[in-house]
């Protein structure tokens, strides 16, 4: 489960920059592509972040990974959590640089310290499966609990598969239902195939309890487990 996650560095980014946007807002996503340009040239991080995403997409102008890093980077410099995260995904894949896992782990922890739960996920998946770091299981899975309590059901789709498995926490069917419950509802694909796998090994009465668990858990509320 945890090593199949890996494929979501290898795919567009533009999901994670919309999350990001949505968390972060921007009064460039709209913008027409000049407009973005000259804004950025002027130092404004939003539109560098911006436009280094246009650039990593081929969106609006031919795509090209080098002038996204560009961007990013100037941007990331001034603590811009999108390009930080974006610049960590391309050092990750080696789009517009050598790819290099120290590097992106650098930026993801920048990303994630300034809150952003895509980069949160990325620094856990790095640390449970030690790649630029020595494979760190509880600091993997501190990244996915912030991660989670933002609501990003790929953390708590990784959470669901830590505690079915018992690696690096205690078993725990229970706690395993509630995340992929959550990450069902939060629209994870898998999550509910996962969770329906899951209550096969559950009684009734921790069913019942995983329910009313994941029922109740709202966003900015301490997570259950």
């Given at each position: 489960m945890l090593g199949g996650w890996l494929q979501m560095f290898k795919q567009c980014a533009r999901f994670f920059v919309f999350c990001l946007l949505i968390?972060?807002?921007?009064a460039f996503a709209d913008d027409s592509f000049e407009k973005l340009k000259n804004s950025a040239a002027k130092g404004d991080a939003n539109a560098q972040a911006m436009l280094g995403d246009r650039y990593f997409n081929g969106d609006g102008v031919t795509k090209n990974y080098e002038e996204s890093v560009k961007w990013f980077r100037l941007a990331a410099e001034k603590e811009n959590r999108l390009a930080q995260?974006?610049?960590?995904?391309?050092?990750?894949?080696?789009?517009g640089v050598t790819k290099n896992y120290v590097e992106a782990m650098k930026w993801f922890r920048l990303a994630a310290e300034n809150g952003a739960a895509p980069a949160q996920l990325r620094l856990g998946v790095m640390y449970y499966n030690g790649m630029g770091t020595t494979k760190n299981s509880a600091e993997a899975l501190k990244w996915f609990r912030l991660a989670a309590e933002q609501s990003s059901?790929?953390?708590?789709?990784?959470?669901?598969?830590?505690?079915?498995s018992g690696d690096g926490v205690p078993k725990n069917y229970v706690a395993s239902y509630v995340y992929f419950n959550l990450a069902s509802a939060n629209g994870e694909e898998d999550a509910s195939n996962l969770r329906d796998m899951v209550e096969q090994s559950m009684t009734p009465e921790q069913i019942a309890k995983a329910q009313d668990l994941s029922a109740n858990w709202k966003i900015g509320n301490k997570l259950p487990f």
């Open positions: 968390m972060g807002g921007s995260t974006m610049l960590g995904i391309s050092y990750f894949n080696g789009n059901a790929g953390a708590q789709t990784q959470l669901g598969a830590v505690y079915f």
